[in-house]
């Protein structure tokens, strides 16, 4: 599936996967041995609970690319009571480069905005303490984000898979994070992501896949993966007037310096 994008030879680093999921337990270790022949020089690892940190941890022990963040995703609340301590530990590893994914998502009834906002300012503070960058999930609850958000800028961190408009985009922006792209760039609908794309400098955009979400166009009936991602940066490439081996190069630049990987 990868064959036509071979002639781009720049290096790919995915800045959020979700590597240690159900669907790739036929074949995780093999899917990622093949990465380097496809010029993959790195990919973060983003835990969504305690369960999957620990998983991604394991698995970073066994891929050397692979680094990691620990973090309670919005959707998994709420957390274990001490998880903060669980998380601080955790964070001794010497592949947790992040705390994340972390954020609010207010996409299906029954959320505790309350709950989530406590979460999110607990997680904050920790990554403070640890000196780490944040990955950022926000879903259908951008105006309580930045609102939170403008009490800890400025921020090191990314604001993954971005949704909201260009306008909130300038504000993520000021604030110190960089945005993330996915597959999603590829779709019909995808209007208010191409527009962001058109204003983000090239020295803060990432690409990611969000894996095994989120295939991009044309493999929207697979199970994404990171090999997937020039199809991404080709569209990147459309609306930022670069080539996708200049999206691929700048986004490996980015997520290094990011995630602190020398």
């Known amino acids: 599936m990868t064959k036509r994008y071979e002639t781009l030879k720049a290096p790919i680093f995915d800045s959020h996967a979700h590597y240690t999921d159900r669907q790739f337990d036929a ?15 790195g990919v973060m690892e983003a835990a969504v ?4 940190a620990r998983a991604a941890i394991a698995l970073a022990d066994q891929v050397p690319f ?5 973090g309670a995703h919005p959707g998994e609340l709420p957390a274990e009571p001490n998880y903060l301590e669980q998380l601080r530990e ?17 996409h299906y009834e029954g959320y505790d905005a309350n709950l989530q906002k406590r979460v999110l300012r607990e997680q904050l503070e920790l990554a403070r303490e640890l000196d780490l960058p944040v990955i950022l999930h926000c ?17 090191d961190g990314v604001m993954h898979c971005y949704s909201g408009s260009a306008e909130s985009a300038k504000e ?24 962001t794309l058109r204003i983000v400098p090239a020295d803060r955009m990432l690409i990611e896949t969000d894996c095994p979400y989120l295939s991009p166009v044309p493999y ?19 609306e930022t007037d670069m080539t996708a081996a200049e999206v691929l190069h700048h986004t490996a630049e980015n997520a290094a310096r990011l995630y602190r990987i020398k």
């Open 27 to 41: 074949d995780r270790l093999e899917l990622l041995q093949t990465f380097p022949s496809h010029g993959i020089v």
């Open 90 to 106: 955790l964070a001794k590893h010497p592949s947790v480069k992040a705390v994340g994914e972390i954020g609010l998502d207010y």
């Open 66 to 70: 692979l680094v990691t963040a620990i």
């Open 220 to 238: 929207r009936k697979y199970r994404c993966n990171s090999t997937m991602l020039p199809a991404t940066a080709e569209v990147m490439a459309r």
């Open 172 to 195: 993520v922006l000021n604030m110190g994070l960089y945005l993330g792209f996915t597959g999603v760039v590829t779709y019909k609908n995808a209007r208010k992501a191409l527009e």
């Open 139 to 155: 879903r259908d609850a951008m105006g309580d984000m930045l609102a939170l958000l403008r009490d800890y800028a400025p921020l």
């Open 49 to 52: 609970d305690l369960e999957t």
